[in-house]
């Protein structure tokens, strides 16, 4: 069972509020090599939050993740995962799908 | 401009017990990197993807270092790392009760709790998130007073 698990699924120690994620360089290595697809979830979203922890990890945690994702060798797609505030004052779009948008 | 207003329309495949949705297979052969597990929509995403797509690799960002209360763990964890077999049995047993609870997957698959979220027609997801896009410019300006 251990051994199952640790082949599909593996936890990695960072914050990505920190500079380069605050991963460790063999971490950040076997990410940059292997992964195809980035999920980029991670956020608070407390409206109580104090300005600069907020700063920190919605948008310079994109940021960093995004580096990271220039990085990576194979990637395919990367999904930010933003909220449902962020989209709407783009004209022409109306209602907000749930599908994947064409680029640009 | 004329591409921002087109979405991709996906097909939904709704294949029997047996069929894995084109999402599904996907996954099956990709190394995803995810951030954010511990919170309300990255719980369900580490499931689905480890259960239902089954993916080849996933790298799980979780913070280990600070010396406060782990949510992955609920324990408090020391300015060293944890051991990550540790999380990850705890990540992955404490999450399948809490994605099982998930509102998230209750209002989305009641009835089909055990398959992939993606699969289920786009009429199924939250009902509430279509009136709140509609309603979003008049809600923001009462948000920010103007």
């Known amino acids: 069972m251990g051994t199952e698990l640790s082949v599909a699924f593996q936890v990695v120690g960072g914050d990505v509020a920190e500079t380069q994620m605050g991963m460790s360089d063999y971490d950040r290595e076997t990410i940059c090599r292997e992964v195809t697809v980035i999920l980029h979830g991670a956020a608070t979203t407390k409206f109580t939050e104090h300005i600069q922890t907020a700063l920190r990890v919605n948008v310079l945690g994109v940021q960093n993740i995004l580096q990271l994702a220039k990085k990576c060798l194979v990637l395919r797609s990367f999904v930010h995962v933003s909220t449902a505030y962020v989209n709407f004052p783009q004209k022409n779009v109306g209602i907000v799908q749930e599908a994947v948008y064409n680029r640009t | ?146």
């Not at chain 2, 029997?16 to 951030?35: C, K, M, N, P, Y």
């Not at chain 2, 964890?77 to 404490?94: A, F, G, K």
């Open chain 2, 1 to 146: 401009m004329q591409s921002t207003g087109a979405p991709v329309s996906y097909e939904v495949q709704r294949d029997g017990d047996e069929g894995d949705s084109h999402i599904v297979s996907f996954f099956r052969d990709q190394a995803v990197f995810l951030t954010g597990v511990t919170g309300f929509l990255g719980k369900v995403l580490l499931w689905q993807l480890y259960r239902v797509c089954k993916a080849r690799k996933i790298y799980v960002l979780v913070r280990t270092r600070k010396q406060k209360k782990s949510e992955a763990t609920g324990q408090f964890v020391e300015d060293q790392q944890s051991p990550q077999e540790l999380i990850q049995q705890q990540l992955l047993e404490r999450f399948e009760q809490e994605v099982l609870n998930s509102p998230i997957l209750q209002s989305v698959a009641q009835e089909e709790r055990f398959k992939s979220t993606v699969q289920v027609p786009n009429h199924h997801h939250f009902p509430t998130t279509r009136r709140w896009a509609l309603n979003f410019p008049l809600r923001f300006r009462w948000l920010v007073g103007m």
